[in-house]
């Protein structure tokens, strides 16, 4: 399996606060790859480089076979590289149909909005159904389903996707990892972060715990995982990093 993005020795912080400390990781095509640690040891900040929304100190991305560091993240995203951030804002007083259809425009794929917008209701059959509805009137679970139909519109070949079921009931969540697992499987490979370990080794082919700005323990995600042992990694030390 070739990589489609590689980390390496990536460091990273805020002010003088450091988050990231060398973190090294890969991601193969067509794979799913979860990062699972407490709040606050750097899971979004290392996204938030990945896709360029955050400048890194020190360390090299590449993505596609190209480094990145020139790239914004728009440019990004029109390469593929889609990034869907925890609690992403949707345009409240436009439509479904319409915030699908500015994220196709807004990715370059505008000539070909129609195939996107049928996916995408493929996938989640209740934007379809809500397709003429404001998005500021959703559910909690339907404007995180926009949110991922708005990535999806942007032709993924890396989803990454940070915390896309907090706040969700158990039922929401149960629907929406059934769309994620469809996502993986038909269109792009996946980075995936979320509070729920038992979802994250679900959908993913491989897992790295993050404590403390660094990879701690890696594994792969059908494996069978010691849950006493992941559970003293999670509580281990307290978290001064932004998250």
């Known amino acids: 399996m070739s990589d489609l993005l590689t980390v390496t020795d990536l460091s990273a912080g805020y002010g003088h606060s450091t988050v990231l400390r060398g973190i090294s990781l890969r991601v193969g095509e067509t794979e799913a790859v979860g990062l699972l640690g407490p ?45 869907i951030p925890q609690g992403s804002r949707l345009f409240p007083h436009l439509t479904v149909e319409e915030a699908l259809r500015l994220s196709a425009a807004a990715s370059g794929h505008a000539a070909n909005w129609r195939e996107g917008l049928e996916h995408v209701f493929s996938v989640f059959p209740r934007l379809k159904e809500r397709r003429g509805q404001l998005t500021g009137t959703l559910s909690g679970g339907e404007r995180q389903m926009a949110s991922l139909g708005m990535g999806l519109m942007a032709r993924p070949t890396l989803l990454i996707l940070d915390e896309p079921t907090l706040g969700l009931s158990p039922k929401v969540k149960h629907e929406l990892s059934e769309c994620i697992m469809r996502i993986r499987a ?28 660094d990879i701690v ?23 001064d990093e932004r998250h």
């Open 39 to 83: 709040n606050g040891h750097g899971k979004t900040t290392l996204l938030r480089c990945v896709s360029n929304l955050h400048r890194a100190a020190s360390g090299t991305i590449s993505y596609a076979g190209r480094d990145t560091r020139g790239d914004s993240p728009r440019a990004l995203v029109r390469r593929g590289l889609v990034h």
């Open 217 to 239: 323990h890696s594994g792969a995600s059908d494996a069978s995982v010691g849950r006493e042992e992941m559970m003293s990694l999670f509580l281990g030390g307290s978290a």
């Open 186 to 213: 038909e269109v792009a490979s996946i980075i995936l972060v979320d509070g729920d370990m038992d979802l994250v080794l679900a959908l993913t082919d491989r897992y790295h715990v993050v404590l403390h700005g």
